[in-house]
């Protein structure tokens, strides 16, 4: 396993971060490349109402203090600990990495920037708004699963993509949460995302889980075919399986540490 944060400096952790992914990346984009080039568009979905806003925000996590980024640029692609803070996320280690595509060419965008942020392992987000139910029971095990904010968790984070279009992040996996205890409506683990790229309008989708080895991943297929957002967007079928991502142990061993995903977003110029 590499050294915690508290053994690093956070240069050489990017560095290292930067040179594990790299090697994930190459693999992978190796054998998909243009290739694996998705003919539709990958499905808009909602921006939904946690998008880290200025001020909106529970604890304000920025990385960079540059006053002229918004928050939610501020911060890094590495999610799984925070810039001056002792100590890990909570959670599932995962790394996604891809291209962002253009879906009338085929080819690569570079410089687009990609922002990403989800709920903290627990399910809870940090916003203000996300103020409802702090506990609720397993929709299993009846198992009390209480809402926590993670000081240790990044929430957000940005990454530009290069000249080959390739992105990377690291971060956990999401919590599910309640949207209707009464109804049985659950939101299942998740990641936002809204990617700005030159010359295209902003695009705003989500990202879903798949793999034997994520911890939930029995109950979140069972709640992906009624999650509000996937039904809100009229996604079919075939759309639904366009946004869902597998992960899975590194078949090239390099990666010890979280399980890897690939995805490449096909966007409209």
Same mark, same amino acid.
């Given at each position: 396993?590499?050294?915690?944060?508290?053994?690093?400096?956070?240069?050489?952790?990017?560095?290292?971060?930067?040179?594990?992914?790299?090697?994930?990346?190459?693999? #992978?984009?190796?054998?998909? =490349?243009?290739?694996?080039?998705?003919?539709?568009? +990958?499905?808009?979905?909602?921006?939904?109402?946690?998008? %880290?806003?200025e001020?909106?925000?529970?604890?304000?996590?920025?990385?960079n203090?540059?006053?002229?980024?918004?928050?939610? *640029?501020?911060? /890094?692609?590495? #999610?799984?600990?925070?810039?001056?803070?002792?100590?890990?996320? #909570? =959670?599932?280690? !995962?790394?996604?990495?891809?291209?962002? #595509?253009?879906?009338k060419? =085929?080819?690569?965008?570079?410089?687009?920037? &990609?922002?990403?942020?989800?709920?903290?392992?627990?399910?809870?987000? $940090?916003?203000?708004?996300? /103020?409802?139910?702090?506990?609720?029971?397993?929709?299993?095990?009846?198992?009390?699963?209480?809402?926590?904010?993670? *000081?240790?968790?990044?929430?957000?984070?940005?990454?530009? +993509? $290069?000249?080959?279009?390739?992105?990377?992040?690291?971060?956990?996996? %999401?919590?599910?949460?309640?949207? /209707? &205890?009464?109804?049985?409506l659950?939101r299942?683990s998740? &990641?936002?995302?809204?990617?700005?790229?030159? $010359?295209?309008?902003?695009?705003? +989708?989500?990202?879903?889980?798949? =793999?034997? $080895? !994520?911890?939930?991943?029995?109950?979140?297929q *069972?709640? &992906?075919?009624?999650?509000?957002?996937?039904?809100?967007?009229?996604? +079919?079928? *075939?759309?639904?399986?366009?946004? !869902?991502?597998?992960?899975?142990p590194? %078949?090239s061993?390099?990666?010890? /540490?979280?399980?890897?995903?690939?995805?490449n977003?096909? !966007?409209?110029?």
């Amino acid at each position: 396993m590499p050294p915690t944060p508290e053994h690093l400096s956070r240069r050489k952790i990017l560095k290292r971060s930067a040179g594990i992914v790299g090697v994930i990346m190459s693999g #992978l984009f190796t054998h998909h =490349g243009l290739a694996a080039f998705l003919a539709e568009p +990958t499905p808009i979905q909602a921006l939904g109402p946690f998008f %880290p806003d200025e001020g909106d925000e529970v604890d304000a996590i920025r990385e960079n203090s540059d006053p002229s980024l918004p928050i939610s *640029e501020a911060n /890094d692609q590495d #999610l799984t600990f925070v810039k001056g803070r002792k100590g890990k996320a #909570l =959670g599932q280690l !995962i790394y996604l990495s891809g291209q962002v #595509l253009d879906a009338k060419s =085929g080819q690569p965008i570079p410089h687009a920037v &990609l922002i990403m942020w989800s709920a903290s392992a627990s399910g809870r987000y $940090n916003h203000k708004g996300d /103020d409802g139910v702090y506990s609720f029971p397993h929709p299993k095990t009846g198992k009390i699963i209480e809402r926590i904010h993670d *000081e240790h968790f990044q929430y957000w984070g940005k990454s530009v +993509t $290069n000249k080959q279009g390739e992105y990377w992040f690291k971060t956990i996996v %999401p919590g599910f949460y309640p949207i /209707d &205890l009464q109804a049985k409506l659950y939101r299942p683990s998740h &990641l936002h995302f809204k990617i700005i790229a030159p $010359n295209s309008s902003t695009f705003v +989708t989500q990202l879903y889980f798949r =793999g034997d $080895n !994520i911890s939930n991943n029995v109950l979140n297929q *069972e709640l &992906l075919p009624n999650d509000v957002v996937i039904v809100d967007a009229g996604l +079919t079928p *075939e759309e639904q399986k366009r946004v !869902i991502v597998d992960y899975a142990p590194d %078949p090239s061993g390099k990666i010890t /540490d979280g399980l890897v995903g690939h995805y490449n977003f096909v !966007i409209p110029s």
